[in-house]
Each structure stands twice: as structure tokens, then as C-alpha cells.
């Protein structure tokens, strides 16, 4: 997949392109079929996206309500299949574009054919283009439009709102479901208090990035992917009230595991809430129940 991040960088290679535009926070299974219906149409397929989110920028904020970060963004659409990915900044100039303005900058010079997007798309400048106005500016633009429809999972939309919903309430095999992969989080281990390792139970810290939402505070099983490959793991997300020092803390024990870990790089998949997270009497009860935790998912 060839990735272009500037709108002053046509490319011939991508004429003709169908192209699925988004921000696709997750790539979830709705998303999934607004690219894959790019990836249907036969080669050259495209998708359009930006490196930041336009919520937070028009915003000012720093909301830490992401699904993903880029790099994992752009790992799951490379795996959809696709041929070239624009990922834009999103910025000032972007923000202050109508969508006419954005389609003839960032897709008419790339020769894009067709853009694919989902029913509930917005883009430009307030007033905000929706899906059916877009496909009334591709046919005045000469570009074909396809737009998709709904996703459902049972009675309930399919959404990144839903989602982050799962999350909060820790509901992460649905989460999960929605987006066809575990729930994760990357990062270089770095050095904490060395808590679990006095407790029996040495741990890995890995610092969520400050995009990317927090799940509900709790004990979860987890799979953790360092160089040597992916193992069974534990992870408790908390301000480890025990201990009563209130510092947020993201703690994973590897199952069966032992060496030094120290500034490699790992990735934490989340994959089922085991309990939230509690406040114990004494270290010896927390010792039993992380004794009791790690047992329930080898079961």
C-alpha cells in the first residue's frame, strides 16, 4: 500500500482510483464495509483519511476518546486490501474548506474516479455537506458516488459511539466484536514503582497515549506481543487503590514469563473484563485474588 500525505503530491499510479473517504476512528466492521466496497471495485482502490482527529482540532481539545492510533489506522486498512492511502493533516486550511473546496484540492488532481462513503458522513465547513449532498457535488464534479448504508450488530448501529461506550462500561468483548480485532494499545515498557514484582506477580508498564480512550477501570485478560512473540497476560488498569497512592497506572503481567523487558516495544490486546478494579483490605488479599485471577484464565 503506497501512503500520500500531501495534497501537493499527485500520483498517476492512483487514476481511476475508487477511493472510500472517513476518518475511520477503529476501522470497525462498519467501516471495514465502506473500504471494502473501494476494494470490491477492482484495482486501483484508495481510501481517504486524516492523520488527526477533526472533532478534537475544530474543538481545541485533546480528548482522550480515539480508538486507535495512526499507525494501527493505517495497518488495518493496509490489511483491507487496499492500494493507496491519502492520510492528510487535518489543519487549519482543511478547516476552513468547503467540501467542493476539499474534493477539487485532495481528490480531483489524484484522478480519483469514485468516492465511497458512509450514510452518515460529514465534511466541509459549517454548513457541513452530508452523504446525499456529497453525491449531488460528485455528479456537478464528474465523480461517481456510492454511498453506505447502516451497519447493525443486533437492534443497535454499528458506530465508533458505540464502541467507546463498550469500553467505558467495559463491556470489551463487544467492543471487540464491532471491531473485528481486540482492543489495544502500543508502547515502549518503561519502568514502574516494581509493585508486582514484591507482590509475586512482576509486571510490564505501558502508558495508554493520551488520545487513545481508557477503558473501564479493571482487571482484564490480555495477550501481549513483545519481539519473541505473543503471550497470555493479565493486565489491571487503575489508580491501584490498595496502595492508596492514586497514580493511574496501566500494569500487565505476562503469564509464564521471565527476562527484562526495559524499553522494548509492546503491544497490550484486551480481550475479556474479569472484574473491576478494587479496593482490598490488606496486600495478602491482594495477592489471593491476583492469585485467583491469573488461575481463572488458564482455566
Known amino acids: 500500500m503506497k501512503i500520500i500525505r500531501s495534497f501537493d503530491s499527485p500520483t498517476r499510479e492512483a487514476h481511476g482510483a475508487n477511493a472510500a473517504i472517513g476518518f475511520f476512528d477503529g476501522v470497525h466492521i462498519a467501516h471495514q464495509k465502506v473500504i471494502g466496497k473501494a476494494v470490491a471495485y477492482g484495482p486501483p482502490s484508495a481510501a481517504i483519511t486524516f492523520a488527526n482527529s477533526p472533532a478534537e482540532f475544530v474543538k481545541k481539545t485533546r480528548e482522550a476518546s480515539q480508538l486507535m492510533d495512526l499507525d494501527s489506522k493505517i495497518s488495518a486498512i493496509e490489511a483491507l486490501g487496499v492500494d493507496y492511502l491519502f492520510v492528510f493533516d487535518f489543519n487549519d486550511e482543511v478547516m476552513n474548506m468547503s467540501a467542493d473546496e476539499f474534493i477539487l484540492k485532495a481528490v480531483a488532481p489524484f484522478g480519483i474516479e469514485r468516492l465511497i462513503s458512509g450514510f452518515n458522513f460529514r465534511m466541509g465547513k459549517a454548513p457541513q455537506t452530508d452523504s446525499a449532498a456529497l453525491e449531488a457535488l460528485c455528479i456537478d464534479l464528474g465523480i461517481k458516488c456510492d454511498i453506505v448504508g447502516p451497519v447493525y450488530e ?74 519473541e512473540g ?37 503491544k497490550v490486546e484486551l480481550a475479556k473484563m474479569i472484574r473491576p478494579e478494587m479496593k482490598f483490605g490488606s496486600v495478602g488479599e491482594l495477592i489471593s485474588q491476583i492469585a485467583r485471577d491469573v488461575e481463572s484464565i488458564r482455566l
Open 154 to 227: 443486533g437492534s443497535e448501529l454499528v458506530s465508533s459511539s458505540l464502541i467507546r461506550q463498550c469500553l467505558a462500561s467495559g463491556d470489551i468483548q463487544k467492543a471487540n466484536k464491532l471491531l473485528s480485532r481486540r482492543f489495544c494499545y502500543s508502547g515502549i515498557i518503561e519502568h514502574g514503582r516494581h509493585m508486582g514484582r514484591q507482590l509475586g506477580f512482576p509486571t510490564i508498564n505501558i502508558y495508554i497515549p493520551p488520545h487513545l480512550i481508557v477503558p473501564k477501570w479493571g482487571v482484564y485478560e490480555s495477550y501481549t506481543t513483545i519481539s
Open 230 to 266: 505473543t503471550y497470555h497476560s493479565i493486565t489491571n488498569i487503575g489508580n491501584r487503590p490498595t496502595f492508596g497512592d492514586g497514580k493511574f497506572s496501566v500494569e500487565t503481567h505476562i503469564l509464564d514469563y521471565e527476562g527484562d523487558l526495559y524499553g522494548q516495544s509492546a
